[in-house]
């Protein structure tokens, strides 16, 4: 595996497997913007295709005839009439890929195919006709089919349902970093920091490559934050709307949730949703919601026990997260607006909140760190609002219901030392679980499970915590 790649084996390990393949293989690689898609395939296939083309940004469909038409001229030599239409494009690239003689796989990448999609083009149908009419039984033709915009992959040709139905052979969805990806990405790059200041990294950009790209190793976590967001035109100080409208069509309505959703940390039901923002709750409403689920920009749950209850949608995404918190209203200002607010009360209720997001991004960890990766679990939340008979309200964030009838109440707290549990918060923890058993009539064993940076002090609360994990487990493979 290339030794510039970080994480992505079993990503590399599928791509290994098309090219051995003796059929025909379409690959269909998809993710959200900045993930690292284009630099895994270049990387695997080291910039060596017999075709390759990149769609462009919000351009008619004879400008991208045109660019099709370069892209094969590059490759011919030769120079290449702009076809009229996709059909006479596929036409051409096959003649094209039908003179290449050799005993390896043709390897065709057509990289942002949704940005080819334009209105009235006919772009899939001709796609569809190429590969069904031609290169599917050629046998020796691996089309790498790569776009950003998760919901036209998914949807033309994933969930296709005419010429394409079925046909994809692999599909590669690729993730921002985990915890352990992103600390093995910044050593690569010569940034040692400690697990505590990588956490507080990811809980302002996740683990996207190209944000984690921008860090310099000569400066702390805080003066890049700094330099990168709040310094005057600094190097990701128009992310947010280039991100939504490279994405999304609709981006005004995508950008409408995510904010309302900013608004609401524990998160809206679909009617909510369109109430606090005014979209009409129609069919165009749900492929809304749907694409940016589809991109993990916003994190649909449900309750604990209440399946029949509204889903609930939550903003995910950590990037947009730190802009509606902090960027938004604060570029510009102040240059220095990281280093200056770092011991106010907000940034620290901030950091406790992103601290239960970086938690709930990283379950597979939190359970191979309780020791149960092999027992088969729902993970879900929960709350209480209290009664008028002087129950008090209650709300716990994680829950990890097992088929061994335990379930595991998470707690996640973001500290600089080992956390401290008092008088009062043992009170608040023991209300939870008491209120948890009574309304849900739970008859399994609970166990309160502490998820903080460095431990739990040992003092004459701390028995009532049956197992702990620390960031360190978050950093599990």
Known sequence: MDSLVIGREYEYELLSGTMKSQESELVIVYGRRRVGKTFLINQFFQNSYTFKHTGVFKKSTG??????????????????????NWYKAFD????????????????VFIDEMPWLDTPNSDFVAAFESFWNGW?????????????????????????????????????LYLRPFTLKETEQYLLSRGIEWTRYDIAECYMIM????????????RWSLTQNIDNIFFREKGLLWDEFDHLYHTLFQQADYHIA???????????????????????????????ILKNLTD???????????NKKRDTIYQLADFYSMFYFAYIKDQ???????????IDLPSRRAWAGYMFEQLCLYHIEQIRKGIGIAAVQCETSAWFSKGDADAKKGAQIDLLIDRRDRVINICEMKFSVNEYVIDKAYDENLRNKIEAFRSETKTRKALQVTMITTYGVKKNMYSNRVQSQLTLDDLFLC
Request: charged share 25%; with cysteine; net charge positive.
């Open 257 to 287: 949730v995510v904010e309302a959703l900013s608004r609401k940390k524990m998160g809206m039901t679909r009617k909510e949703i369109a109430q606090e923002t005014g979209i009409s709750d129609n069919g165009n409403f749900g492929k």
């Open 63 to 84: 400008v991208q005839l045109e660019r099709f038409a370069v892209a094969l001229e590059d490759c011919t030599g030769k120079p290449v009439a702009v076809p009229e």
């Open 331 to 341: 570029y510009g200002r102040d240059s220095h607006f990281w280093t200056n607010s």
């Open 206 to 217: 996740g683990g996207i490559p190209f944000y984690l790209k921008q860090l310099n190793a």
């Open 92 to 107: 051409l690239l096959r003649d094209y890929l039908k003179s290449v003689h050799t005993t390896e796989k043709k390897v």
């Open 135 to 171: 290169a599917a039984a050629e046998g020796n033709i691996l089309l790498i089919a790569c776009g950003s915009a998760t919901s036209w992959m998914t949807d033309k040709l994933l969930g296709n349902q005419g010429g394409l139905f079925n046909r994809s052979g692999t599909r």
């Open 295 to 305: 991109n993990e920009f916003i994190r649909p749950y449900n309750y604990f026990g």
